[in-house]
């Protein structure tokens, strides 16, 4: 558990100037939030480099998934090696700094946090015991726990729990679906009148391991995409939302390396995280390839076919990629990318918000050795597991 005495360390560096040949729209400094074990960062990005601008560190911890609550400068924080779940306060968002607010005890070992549409829940999907927390986050202090769900039904090929890895609030602002990696399953969690129960259970085929997913809408239709771990699978479904109920039609099912490029070791590679941008562009991490570096696949969205087509790989220029996500201005110009190892922790790629393609060149990386936690320089998989603008 955090605990009001951590350490915390705050440096605040001067914004360096972009590179000349920047666009304009990367000059402005751009905030982020990056977790991995035992610490949270945030960062200034310029356009061409990342700068760190304040550290928390809880040795033993894992802040592996964060919300920030932005009216009333709240971050929330998962540690997904106990049963904590934390609050921080930025004093200004734009400085990086941020300091620990309390802790309050819910399930062990949640990974993914989601706010319904209004922030005054938050939901979190608990990994490492098969349950899922709703907190009330309505008012300006600590999370109120409101209810623990046990996640049941029957277990995929050789697990040995459920293991709810995500939780993504749709585009109606009604339901979140929960992948659940150890039961093969998505999970619709139902936040009508505040009841939060879960009304729909999709199976998956044995082996699938669901894990993250992302929601696309187009016109008054929703699709919504899986990729899974276990069988490094992307699965496209549309959505029929009927009267208090939430169908999924099962379109298409393809590899998440694409036909071409398959993992140099089919045994370990695992999918990880998913992110999509404008309604066509659907980008996944690859992770434990075997190949130099890891990767992420770009696949394309057509809203005519209702298909969802391979486009290209590119490096993720580390090992692990256990989080991307994209920038936040109109056109999502960039993708940041968090390796848990390899040379480089962080990573900023360029994306064509044309053709949604990603420019093989980085522009900017950050070592994996100077976003690691004091004490853990020799322990593997140490990297950033979370990044995100803010």
């Known amino acids: 558990m955090m605990l009001p005495s951590l350490i915390t360390l705050l440096t605040l560096g001067s914004m360096a100037t972009a590179a000349p040949t920047a ?178 259970t999709i199976t998956l085929f044995p082996g699938a391991g669901p894990r993250h997913g992302g929601f696309i809408t187009s016109g008054d239709k929703t699709f919504y995409t899986v990729a899974c771990e276990l069988s490094n699978k992307v699965i496209l479904y549309g959505l029929d939302y009927t009267g208090d109920g939430l169908a999924f039609k099962e379109i298409s099912t393809q590899s998440t390396y694409g036909a071409q490029f398959p993992p140099a070791n089919a045994t370990s590679a695992a999918a990880g995280a998913v992110a999509i941008a404008n309604n066509k562009d659907v980008y996944i991490s690859n992770r434990l390839s075997g190949n130099e570096t890891d990767s992420i696949a770009h696949f394309v969205f057509n809203a005519n076919t209702t298909s969802l087509t391979f486009s290209n790989t590119v490096s993720s220029h580390g090992i692990l990629p256990r989080d991307i996500s994209l920038s936040i201005d109109e056109d999502q110009s960039l993708l940041f990318v968090a390796n848990q190892a390899g040379d480089n922790g962080l990573v900023a790629l360029r994306r064509c918000p044309v053709s949604g393609k990603l420019d093989a060149n980085p522009v900017a990386t950050k070592p994996f050795t100077e976003l690691i936690a004091l004490g853990l320089e020799n322990e593997p998989n140490v990297g950033p597991q979370f990044v995100q603008e803010i």
Do not use: C
């Open 23 to 200: 666009r304009a729209r990367d000059v402005v400094s751009r905030r982020l939030l990056i977790g991995g074990p035992s610490q949270i960062l945030t960062a200034n990005f310029n356009g061409s480099s990342f700068e760190i601008t304040g550290k928390n560190v809880t040795a033993g911890t894992a802040p592996s998934w964060m919300r920030l609550k932005a009216s009333t400068n709240t971050l929330y924080a998962v540690d997904e090696n106990s049963n904590s779940l934390n609050q921080f306060k930025f004093d200004d968002i734009t400085s990086g700094e941020f300091a620990y607010a309390s802790s309050v005890t819910g399930s062990s070992g949640v990974v993914f946090l989601e706010f319904n549409k209004d922030k005054t829940r938050l939901v979190g999907a608990a990994y490492g015991s098969a349950m899922i927390d709703v907190w009330d986050v309505s008012a300006d202090g600590a999370p109120k726990l409101l209810k623990q769900i046990k996640v049941e039904g029957p277990l995929g090929p050789n697990q040995q729990a459920h293991h709810p890895h995500q939780a993504l609030l749709d585009p109606t602002g009604r339901f979140i679906i929960l992948p659940d990696l150890g039961g093969d399953q998505l999970l619709v969690l139902d936040t009508k009148d505040d009841k939060y129960e879960i009304t729909e």
